[in-house]
């Protein structure tokens, strides 16, 4: 029943791992010669590291999601334990919890 989304979620985590694989090569290869460029260079570092952070944050809520699926408690919310709207799942295929249990958090 939620095949569609399996594949949706398998697809954005391959792409999220591929987007967060990136950003650790361009921080480890952030040496560059000329000394004008560090002032953008540490821009684009800060930038890095929050695109790493969100996108393992992401992943690890797409890896719940796939695992819910597995154990059959996907599209239940996991703190109250009601059905997700239908409506949010689509949007949002790694959605864990219902909109009324993501409101209070
Ligand atoms: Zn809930």
């Not at 953008?40 to 590291?49: A, F, P, S």
């Not at 797409?62 to 597995?70: E, H, Q, T, V």
């Not at 689509?90 to 909109?99: K, S, V």
């Amino acid at each position: 029943m939620y095949q569609e989304y399996r594949h949706q979620l398998e697809e954005l985590k391959q792409e999220l791992e591929l987007r967060v694989a990136k950003a650790r090569t361009s921080l480890s290869n952030k040496h560059s010669a000329d000394w004008s460029e560090q002032a953008i260079e540490r821009e684009n570092e800060e930038v890095l590291v929050e695109l790493i952070r969100e996108g393992e944050q992401e992943l690890e809520q797409i890896k719940k999601s796939l695992a819910r699926m597995n154990s059959g408690e996907y599209g239940l919310c996991s703190d109250c334990g009601d059905a997700i709207n239908p409506e949010r799942l689509q949007a949002m295929p790694m959605a864990t919890n219902c909109i009324q249990c993501a409101k209070k958090s």
